[in-house]
T-cell receptor
Framework: DAKTTQPNSMESNEEEPVHLPCNHS???????IHWYRQLPSQGPEYVIH???SNVNNRMASLAIAEDRKSSTLILHRATLRDAAVYYC?????????FGKGTMLLVSP | KAGVTQTPRYLIKTRGQQVTLSCSPI?????VSWYQQTPGQGLQFLFE???????NKGNFPGRFSGRQFSNSRSEMNVSTLELGDSALYLC?????????????????FGEGSRLTVL
């Protein structure tokens, strides 16, 4: 199974950095790691993805461990609009399991 | 450009009935995938279509089926509905960048079709 493990919830204060961890110990060498987030009453929204090296975009950074068994999504300065459920998934060939994700709570 | 459109947004059915949900992908996207989201199981992958062919399938019974048309629009059908089929059904489209047989492209999700089975 394309299984990922994430903490159920995390809390942050506004303007502070947030590091959201994900364990994907059974990932294969060619599977990309994707992160999506879901705000209430909306479909998931793409955040970032990568294969081996760290990746940056306007929304976040993705740090991938050298052995690729884990990754960390970094929000450099959390805002109230970042409060959402964050899903780490890896795009395996025949299975795609989002898991329960991490609910990020952001306090003003 | 227009996003992924799913219809209907809400529907109520009774056990034993069947339902068809529709998904119009973003223009130019040839891959469409479907997901079921429930509070207990989270987001689960149903199937993926590319150029009218099913490429991948999740672990769901045969009551769940889908198809894709030549214009990339997709439908999914659930027959003989059960109470446990109550869920938010999400569709996502993608440019489908296949690498090693796997779609590595970014997924764009619709807002979903919320099905309630009574």
């Amino acid at each position: 199974d394309a299984k990922t493990t994430q903490p159920n919830s995390m809390e942050s204060n506004e303007e502070e950095p947030v590091h959201l961890p994900c364990n994907h110990s059974t990932i294969s060498g060619t599977d990309y790691i994707h992160w999506y987030r879901q705000l209430p009453s909306q479909g998931p929204e793409y955040v970032i993805h990568g294969l081996t090296s760290n990746v940056n975009n306007r929304m976040a950074s993705l740090a991938i461990a050298e052995d690729r068994k884990s990754s960390t999504l970094i929000l450099h300065r959390a805002t109230l609009r970042d409060a959402a459920v964050y899903y780490c998934i890896w795009m395996g060939y025949s299975t795609l399991t989002f898991g329960k994700g991490t609910m990020l709570l952001v306090s003003p | 450009k227009a996003g992924v459109t799913q219809t209907p947004r809400y529907l109520i059915k009774t056990r034993g009935q069947q339902v068809t949900l529709s998904c119009s992908p973003i223009s130019g996207h040839r891959s469409v995938s479907w997901y079921q989201q429930t509070p207990g199981q989270g987001l689960q992958f149903l199937f993926e279509y590319f150029s009218e062919t099913q490429r991948n399938k999740g672990n769901f019974p045969g009551r769940f089926s889908g198809r894709q048309f030549s214009n990339s629009r997709s439908e999914m059908n659930v027959s003989t509905l059960e109470l446990g089929d109550s869920a938010l059904y999400l569709c996502a489209s993608s440019l489908a960048k296949y690498s090693g047989g796997k779609n590595t492209g970014e997924l764009f999700f619709g807002e979903g079709s919320r099905l309630t089975v009574l």
